[in-house]
Every structure is written in C-alpha cells, then in structure tokens.
C-alpha cells in the first residue's frame, strides 16, 4: 500500500510540522524538500517530486493557486483545479511526506478567500490601477506587502502580465517562511520564475537552495502545463509548432550562421503559420534575461503564445 502524505490545510500547523519532522528528538537532523505548484497536476509535477528524493529527506508538495499572480482580466477563475485528484496522484507516486493545501495566504481582513476546492477568489483591483496596487478585497484592509525582483521581472512574461512576478516572489517567500525547507525545486519550463526565484533568494539570503528541473514534454513535444487542458483538439495541434520552431531556432543558432533576430523572426512565422497569436519570442542571456543580439555566451529561446484562449509558454537553451 502506498504511503498516504499528511494533507495539512493550516499554515502555523504546516510550520509546526515541519520543525517537529526535521527535529525529532534523538534523530540526526533531516532535510526537507519543498516542490511548490498550483495543482491540476501532471507527469511534470511528478518529475519535480521524484528529483526532489534525490535531494533530501522529507518532501512536502504545497498546492495553492496564488490569487496574487492574477490580474483581473486573467484566468484565475478558470485555472484547472482537482485537488481529489492531486492527493491520489501524489500518493501513487510515493515519497511525499505532506501535502500543504492552504485555503488562503493572505490576509484581507475579512475573508479567507475560498470558493471551491482549490479555486480561491480572485483579489478586486481596477485594471487600471493593477500595477501598483495591493491584492485587496473591497472594502478590505489586507495585503499590502510585496517582494519585487525589479530587474528580472520587467521583460519576458512580465510585459504582458504586470503584476505576476510580484505574486510568484511574494508566495514563494511566504512558503518558504512556512515551510521552512531546505531545498525547493521549480520546473524550468517557467524559465523566468526559477531564475527570479534564485535572484530572490540570493539577494535576501534564504537558507534554500534551488533546483531547476528540466522541462517535461508530451511525447509529441508539447511541453507539459496545466493549461493544456484547455486547448481544443484543434488547437492542440497547432500548438505543437511551438516546440518544432524552437528545435529549428536551436539549430539555427548552434550554427552561428543566423542573427538572432533572424532566428527570432523563424520562431515568430513557424508559430503564427500554424495559427498562433504571439505574445514574445526573445533570445536572452540565461541568467540575467537580457536581450542579446548574438549567441556568444549562454542563452535561452523563451516563447509565449496563444492558442483559442490559452496561453501557452516554452523555451530552450542554448549553452553556447
């Protein structure tokens, strides 16, 4: 019988845990592993669960879908949620010790936020004011503290969704509070969270070492995300031109012969060709994510797409 993970809902129980699992009297010290998601889980998240293994332990996996990463006219409403599912899948995949599934980490003052299983209310901000305003409910006198990775969180995803990285820090740093792990690991896919994470952590000097894991894809080559779900079988198809165009970019630029907005505008017509509306194609160096304009040092092809209603993401490197 597979173990079944402690399922932990309370955020100072989820610390108490944590202390008394890591410092069990008469016991060596253990170290213990944190795999963040948002649930709706796949093969990708159970990647990030059995590389945790390698690195610690205890495994504690949180799901939440973090209301703060949202602006008003995003999909927090919509994002896939099955958090029956969830439980089952990471009690067949064995090695998780707990399971922390908050209704809510943020304090409005009023309302803890939740709707339905592993949906919770999204924060009322006027669109026009989304990028300087706090996540609060109407009325509210709630959240109002943020971490901002100013630098890394301006390009890339950050163009098109102002206030998500400001959310992803924020959380994290309030999991990692929490739970007080000693080595947390982020899929690479999110190119640009894991490396705004290790910046965070670098410069606020967390006691966490971060693990970027390798993108999991479909045997088809779509990268796996929780969004894919939502792409019509149509869709799905077209999406596929997303990984084709960034195997043809990589080979275009490991031949050196093709300027990077050459190789750029490659990705851009391969995608739009097959029917997707592109939000960025960027080539950037890979750990401060500027813009390059020729692969003489590492670098990442990040892409973000849309499919109908769904925006999908991918990139690969390019360790020249």
Same mark, same amino acid.
């Given at each position: 019988?597979?173990?079944?993970?402690?399922?932990?809902?309370?955020?100072?129980?989820?610390?108490?845990?944590?202390?008394?699992?890591?410092?069990?009297?008469?016991?060596?010290?253990?170290?213990?592993?944190?795999?963040?998601?948002?649930?709706?889980?796949?093969?990708?998240?159970?990647?990030?669960?059995?590389?945790?293994?390698?690195?610690?332990?205890?495994?504690?996996?949180?799901?939440?879908?973090?209301?703060?990463?949202?602006?008003?006219?995003?999909?927090?409403?919509?994002?896939?949620?099955?958090?029956?599912?969830?439980?089952?899948?990471?009690?067949?995949?064995?090695?998780?010790?707990?399971?922390?599934?908050?209704?809510?980490?943020?304090?409005?003052?009023?309302?803890?936020?939740?709707?339905?299983?592993?949906?919770?209310?999204?924060?009322?901000?006027?669109?026009?004011?989304?990028?300087?305003?706090?996540?609060?409910?109407?009325?509210?006198?709630?959240?109002?503290?943020?971490?901002?990775?100013?630098?890394?969180?301006?390009?890339?995803?950050?163009?098109?969704?102002?206030?998500?990285?400001?959310?992803?820090?924020?959380?994290?740093?309030?999991?990692?509070?929490?739970?007080?792990?000693?080595?947390?690991?982020?899929?690479?896919?999110?190119?640009?969270?894991?490396?705004?994470?290790?910046?965070?952590?670098?410069?606020?000097?967390?006691?966490?070492?971060?693990?970027?894991?390798?993108?999991?894809?479909? $045997?088809?080559?779509? *990268?796996?995300?929780?969004? !894919? &779900? +939502? =792409?019509?079988?149509?869709?799905?198809?077209? #999406?596929?031109?997303?990984?084709?165009?960034?195997?043809?970019?990589?080979?275009?630029?490991?031949?050196?012969?093709?300027?990077?907005?050459?190789?750029?505008?490659?990705?851009?017509?391969?995608?739009?060709?097959?029917?997707?509306?592109?939000?960025?194609?960027?080539?950037?160096?890979?750990?401060?994510?500027?813009?390059?304009?020729?692969?003489?040092?590492?670098? $990442?092809?990040?892409? *973000?797409?849309?499919?109908? !209603? &769904? +925006? =999908?993401?991918?990139?690969?490197?390019?360790? #020249?």
């Amino acid at each position: 019988m597979e173990k079944q993970p402690e399922v932990i809902r309370d955020k100072a129980c989820m610390r108490a845990w944590s202390r008394r699992l890591r410092f069990e009297e008469g016991k060596e010290k253990r170290s213990l592993a944190l795999v963040p998601t948002m649930g709706f889980l796949h093969e990708g998240h159970l990647s990030l669960i059995r590389e945790a293994r390698a690195y610690a332990d205890l495994t504690v996996v949180s799901i939440y879908v973090n209301p703060g990463q949202f602006s008003p006219s995003e999909d927090l409403a919509s994002y896939p949620s099955d958090l029956r599912g969830d439980l089952r899948k990471l009690s067949e995949v064995g090695g998780v010790d707990a399971v922390f599934c908050p209704g809510n980490l943020y304090d409005y003052g009023s309302s803890d936020g939740v709707v339905n299983e592993g949906v919770f209310a999204a924060p009322t901000v006027p669109a026009e004011e989304a990028k300087a305003s706090s996540c609060l409910e109407d009325g509210g006198s709630g959240h109002e503290s943020w971490i901002r990775v100013e630098s890394l969180e301006r390009g890339l995803c950050g163009k098109s969704r102002p206030v998500f990285f400001r959310g992803v820090a924020t959380v994290v740093a309030k999991l990692f509070n929490i739970v007080e792990p000693d080595v947390a690991i982020f899929g690479k896919k999110d190119y640009q969270q894991w490396r705004l994470i290790c910046r965070m952590v670098r410069d606020l000097d967390f006691a966490v070492k971060i693990i970027g894991s390798e993108i999991v894809r479909e $045997v088809d080559g779509l *990268a796996m995300s929780s969004r !894919n &779900v +939502r =792409l019509l079988h149509g869709e799905r198809d077209k #999406a596929l031109s997303i990984y084709k165009a960034l195997s043809e970019a990589k080979s275009a630029g490991l031949n050196g012969q093709s300027t990077c907005q050459e190789i750029k505008d490659l990705v851009v017509q391969t995608v739009s060709k097959a029917g997707g509306k592109i939000d960025y194609a960027e080539i950037v160096e890979q750990e401060s994510l500027t813009p390059v304009d020729q692969i003489n040092c590492p670098v $990442v092809i990040c892409i *973000a797409a849309w499919f109908g !209603n &769904v +925006r =999908l993401i991918d990139n690969i490197e390019i360790n #020249a």
